[in-house]
């Protein structure tokens, strides 16, 4: 009996050992699995500090939208962890709104030295998917363009060369494809243009997927009938805007800053404001001015 009893104290301890041996290598592996996760948001996050983000917003009379947009985007890029600066330009003459331009305006004027990449954002589109983010091009699938609202995400657009809405590149390419057209007064086409523009170039483009969201991945506050002298198309003007325009750029780029001035709405980080008067040759684009 005597014997018995100490064969079953020693298993006995025999299992204690082996269950706290078990609970030591679970709480190792766990542990492991806590560090590395660590460290990985840690180089996620230093990989972000690393980049600063320059948006561009082409603006003319949008207030209500830029009212909205500010606030939103501020929380929004700050959530992810995201630095960044905003610069709108305002077009401030009285010619048709012509955006490729202002978005030329807005690389050479944005005054923001250690921003690597750049948003070509529009004021009237807001990100709605939690799953959404502003990365570093390369940094997602080694572009050099990332198009953040395609056709299938689009609320509105979805023809398949669409390239408007929102655009992340570095601003190497930007510079690299020669900027936008000129060329294009009033709504439309200058980013299909634009797209020709970094394919000649040699620019690799992304486009963002996998959201189950589809055209509800973004809000779009657009409405028409208040800019009706924007979308209208007048003589040749349908013609000329189907054409790769290889007479301007952002080299060839003409107007007059009139006024810089910081904007903060609703405690948004403030943005730059700068308001331009565009030139336009009426010999060869005379809807410009219609």
Not at 15 to 27: D, M, T
Not at 65 to 76: R, T
Request: net charge positive; hydrophobic share 40%.
């Amino acid at each position: 009996c005597l014997a018995l009893n100490n064969q079953t104290m020693q298993l006995k301890l025999n299992g204690q050992r082996s269950c706290h041996l078990l609970l030591i290598v679970v709480l190792l592996f766990l542990l492991c699995i806590a560090l590395r996760q660590s460290v990985q948001d840690r180089l996620a996050s230093k990989q972000m500090i690393d980049h600063r983000l320059l948006i561009i917003v082409p603006f003319r009379d949008r207030f209500s939208e830029l009212s909205a947009f500010l606030p939103y985007m501020s929380k929004f890029l700050n959530d992810r962890h995201r630095p960044h600066h905003v610069i709108v330009v305002d077009q401030c003459d009285s010619f048709r709104f012509n955006r490729g331009a202002l978005l030329n305006v807005g690389f050479l004027e944005h005054g923001c030295s250690d921003c690597d990449y750049m948003a070509l954002h529009d004021v009237d589109l807001l990100p709605n998917h939690s799953s959404i983010d502003y990365p570093f091009p390369p940094d997602k699938g080694g572009y050099d363009v990332l198009h953040v609202t395609p056709p299938y995400l689009h609320p509105q657009y979805h023809y398949k060369e669409y390239m408007g809405g929102i655009l992340l590149l570095t601003r190497e390419a930007f510079a690299k494809s020669g900027g936008f057209s000129n060329l294009f007064w009033g709504w439309g086409r200058e980013d299909d243009e634009f797209r020709l523009r970094l394919m000649e170039a040699g620019l690799s483009i992304g486009r963002l997927r996998n959201l189950s969201s589809g055209t509800a991945s973004f809000v779009h506050l657009h409405d028409p009938r208040r800019h009706a002298r924007d979308s209208r198309i007048v003589g040749n003007q349908r013609e000329l805007t189907f054409r790769r325009d290889r007479t301007s750029g952002m080299d060839s780029l003409r107007y007059r800053v009139t006024r810089r001035y910081s904007l903060a709405i609703d405690g948004a980080q403030p943005a730059s404001v700068v308001c331009v008067h565009l030139h336009c040759d009426t010999g060869v684009t005379p809807y410009c001015a219609v």
